[in-house]
C-alpha cells in the first residue's frame, strides 16, 4: 500500500511554475538586461538568460501564490559559467549575501557540467525538508569554471501543491475578510 501511495504521489509532481508569484521574486545582483524572469518565465529563448553582474553570486528569492513541496530542482546553464553550486532555504526571511553564505542552508547541492545539460534529471531535494514552502531562497555562490559571472537559463521546481481541505468560506464571508469588517463587528469586541 506505502508502494502505491508513492507511486501515485510521483505521477502528480508537476512543474510550479505556475504557482509562482510573477509579481513578486527578485534575483540580487543580476543584471538589469538579464533578470530572474528570463530564466523562469521565457525558458527557450537562448538569448533570455539570468546574468550575474558585478561578481559571480546570485541570491534568488522565488515566492509562490500557495503553498507547495517542492521535490526537485532542475537548473540549466552554460557548462563553463552555469551554477557549480546552489544553497537553498526554505521561507528563510530577510537574508542577504553575507547571511546566505553564513546560515544553515536547508539543502546544499553540487552541481557538476553535465547536471546543468538540458537533458538532465532534476536534482532530488530532501523531500521532508521542503513541505511547506511559501518561498524558497537559492543562494549560488559561483560558477563552473570560477569567472566573475554565473549565467543561468532556467530554473525549474517539481512537487506539488497541498490541498487544504474544508468549507470554502461564502462569497459574503470572503467580501467581508477583505473589507476588514470583521474589525468593527460588534461579535469581535469593535465598535459598528
Not at 525558458?43 to 522565488?62: F, H, M, P, Y
Not at 537553498?88 to 553575507?98: A, E, K, Q, R, S
Not at 532556467?154 to 501543491?161: A, D, K, P, V
Not at 459574503?172 to 465598535?191: E, P, V
Request: include cysteine; proline fraction near 4%; charged fraction near 25%.
Amino acid at each position: 500500500a506505502a508502494a502505491a501511495q508513492q507511486q501515485q504521489q510521483h505521477r502528480i509532481m508537476t512543474d510550479l511554475l505556475e504557482y509562482v508569484d510573477r509579481k513578486n521574486h527578485e534575483c540580487l545582483n543580476a543584471m538589469k538586461e538579464h533578470p530572474l524572469s528570463n530564466a523562469l518565465f521565457d525558458v527557450g529563448d537562448a538569448k533570455k538568460i539570468l546574468k550575474s553582474d558585478s561578481d559571480e553570486q546570485l541570491l534568488i528569492t522565488i515566492n509562490f501564490g500557495s503553498i507547495v513541496k517542492i521535490k526537485s530542482i532542475k537548473i540549466t546553464g552554460p557548462s563553463d559559467l552555469g551554477p557549480s553550486s546552489l544553497r537553498l532555504f526554505v521561507n528563510p526571511g530577510n537574508l542577504d549575501f553575507d547571511g546566505a553564505e553564513d546560515e544553515e542552508a536547508t539543502q546544499e547541492i553540487d552541481l557538476s557540467a553535465d547536471d546543468l545539460k538540458s537533458d538532465a534529471k532534476p536534482k532530488p531535494l530532501k523531500f521532508v525538508k521542503f513541505q511547506k514552502v511559501s518561498t524558497l531562497m537559492i543562494f549560488v555562490p559561483g560558477n563552473q569554471d570560477d569567472e566573475d559571472q554565473t549565467v543561468i537559463e532556467s530554473i525549474r521546481l517539481f512537487g506539488n501543491t497541498t490541498v487544504i481541505s474544508g468549507n470554502k468560506p461564502s462569497l459574503a464571508q470572503q467580501k467581508a475578510a477583505a473589507q476588514g469588517d470583521w474589525l468593527n463587528s460588534s461579535n469581535y469586541g469593535g465598535s459598528s
